[in-house]
């Protein structure tokens, strides 16, 4: 080596690395808990504590470490997890790449505490600037503790780019969260001084899930579904728990947290029409597959990974939130939106998952009936027999709303929202040919269509005639309409149609193809379903949530308001204190 390029020192070449793994305190906390948990331990505790940017320290009582493997693994490149390239495709450990303590080392002083079984003593080794600084023996539990402290001591300029306590602490919270939620079989605890969770060694995913969603989660459907090669199972949330950014979406691959464009354009495809566009779902995603179907190893930081068949999963995430929320019937087959990405139906990959009891749990019920459980606050809205038709209506209130018992507590439905869903659907089911009734009216409805032309005519009538109108053109842009679909009992047509006049207007020309179909049909539907202020006696409320129940996606108009709200019986007791 030689002239201007020389080899950096090895400290220098630790902190770049560490920049990519180490980037902010909850970095750190990733690959410390990642490290426990290949560490096969039972029980993992983390503990933030300290000044800004805070110490750490994560214990736990696994298989621990002898004084050479600890010294070892402080050292750059060194790994217990992989020992070949081959190794690298069938990942079933977080850590592969043997970085991230001597990273951390590099950026902060680090105190090892461990002991293997089979041992008496155990180790402490504490590390400092990426520098050994004592090696020893000292009494200790079965398993390890790391200690990280003073970070970033040695590089002040790193500090200027962390964000605000808060912000910091929320991430170390989320990070905490996004290794505990899938990490079935192991019992986590984290404390910060002021709060403490906790996840029992027993508590299933999808449970611990239910419980970092907290009082959301009454608003959680269940979901599940499999192909060839993943098979997915999780929580989507109703419309009710939407967010302006996507703090809410939570994917786990094989145990693992991670971030992919492909699965978020799936899940805001199929929450599209559910949620207006500026708006994420809360949702949780299980994807289950084999190792080597998956790349974790594309993102320094292990955040984001690439999956082999990632067509498949887009087809398949799609097709399992749209079932759950009752836009796609749950026994339709799935169809990919994406050329070639047809997917095939088969058993899952790996059945022993632990959600595999909740599988058993929900498969041969109708998807509706599976939308709503009984019991307490945390309990995900999941089924109850008989769904809304299972409610006791009680009253009418401001003109506007029902008011029921049920679901084990109290639900208000908003009846315009509600009766525009049924109207919908409806419709939905007469335009793709199930023949609905017609009826002739009385007296005939005379529109007109200013600026049409001959093709936008023949469209008109093309959809009119699908969704079950009669109609007649009569040149010159009008049309007699003389009946109807029979539920449009109160449908105001005049009012529907100037809706239609203008927004064809506001697109300046015609657009091609202007009947956007479900757009128009909720157009209608909004002009021909019970408004706010109508009376309603019970037989009428309770007509409204039998079908209610027929209804698909029912739990929100099209706007995105929710149909309906839950106040469960521990939040009530809770508001009035008898807790
Ligand atoms: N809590 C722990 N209990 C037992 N062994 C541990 C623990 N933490 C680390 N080790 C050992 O130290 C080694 C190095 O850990 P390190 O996190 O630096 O690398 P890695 O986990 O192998 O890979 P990665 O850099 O991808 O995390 C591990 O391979 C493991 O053998
Ligand atoms: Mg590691």
């Known amino acids: 080596m030689g002239g ?213 989660s009454k608003y959680l459907v269940p979901l599940s579904l499999s192909s060839a090669f993943f098979r997915i199972t999780g929580w989507a949330g109703l419309p009710h728990l939407s967010r302006i950014g996507a703090s809410g979406v939570h994917f786990f691959v094989n145990g693992r947290h991670f971030r992919d464009k492909g699965v978020f354009a799936a899940v805001r495809e199929a929450y599209r029409g559910i949620l207006p566009p500026d708006r994420h779902p809360v949702i949780y995603l299980f994807i289950e597959c084999d190792p080597s179907e998956v790349d974790v190893n594309v993102h320094p930081a292990k955040m984001e990974v690439r999956f082999r068949y990632g067509k498949d999963l887009f087809a398949l995430v799609r097709h ?132 049409a032309g001959r093709r936008e005519r023949a469209e008109v009538e093309r959809f009119l005639s699908a969704v079950g109108f009669l109609c007649e053109s009569f040149g010159d842009n009008t049309f007699k309409i003389s009946g109807g679909p029979a539920i449009l009992e109160r449908f105001d047509l005049p009012r529907w149609w100037e809706d239609l006049g203008d927004f064809l207007l506001s697109q300046g020309a015609l657009p091609k193809g202007i009947f956007d179909a479900d757009r128009e049909l909720w157009r209608i539907a909004c002009h021909a379903s019970l408004r706010a202020g109508m009376p309603l006696e019970k037989e009428g409320m309770r007509a409204l949530l039998s079908d209610l129940d027929r209804a698909f996606a029912s739990h929100s108009c099209p706007h995105g308001r929710p149909v309906w709200v839950k106040i469960s019986a521990a939040e009530m007791k809770r508001m009035f204190g008898r807790t």
């Open 320 to 451: 399992a939130i749209g079932e759950a929320l009752g836009e796609i019937p749950a026994s339709s087959p799935v169809v990919s939106s994406l050329p070639g990405a047809e997917v095939r139906m088969g058993s899952p990959p790996h059945p022993n998952t632990g959600a595999q009891a909740w599988e058993n749990l929900f498969s041969n019920s109708a998807s509706q009936s599976r939308l709503f459980r009984t019991g307490g606050d945390a309990s995900p809205a999941s089924e109850i027999e008989g769904g809304f038709g299972g409610l006791r209506p009680v009253a009418q209130i401001l003109g506007t709303y029902i008011l029921c018992e049920g679901m084990g507590g109290m639900v208000i439905i908003d009846q315009h929202a509600a009766d525009e869903r049924i109207v919908f659907s409806r419709l939905k089911d007469s335009y793709l040919g199930k023949n609905a009734p017609v009826q002739r009216w009385l007296v005939p409805q005379v529109v007109s269509l200013p600026g």
């Open 4 to 216: 201007r390029i020389h080899l950096l020192p090895d400290g220098v070449i630790d902190q770049i690395a560490a920049g990519e793994v180490v980037e902010r305190p909850s970095s750190l906390l990733k690959e410390l808990l990642e490290n426990a948990v290949d560490a096969s331990a039972d029980r993992i505790e983390a503990e933030v504590f300290g000044p800004f940017p805070f110490s750490l320290r994560v214990s736990d009582d696994g298989i621990g470490m002898t004084a050479d493997e600890v010294e070892a693994a402080v050292r750059r490149h060194t790994t217990s997890k992989i020992a070949s390239a081959e190794d690298l495709q069938k990942l079933s450990t977080y850590g592969f790449r043997g970085e991230a303590l001597p990273s951390i080392a590099s950026v902060s002083r680090l105190r090892i505490l461990t002991r293997p079984s089979g041992q008496d003593l155990g180790t402490e080794i504490v590390v400092e600037g990426g520098k050994i600084q004592s090696i020893g023996e000292a009494g200790a539990t079965r398993g390890t503790t790391v200690e990280m402290t003073n970070l970033f001591g040695n590089i002040p300029a790193r500090l200027k780019f962390l964000k605000t306590p808060r912000t910091e602490m929320a991430h170390l919270w989320d990070v905490f969260h996004g290794v505990a939620v899938p990490g079935e079989g192991i019992s986590f605890r984290m404390g910060d001084g002021r709060t403490e969770v906790f996840y029992e060694r027993g508590e299933l995913r999808l449970e611990r899930a239910t419980r970092h969603a907290g009082e959301g």
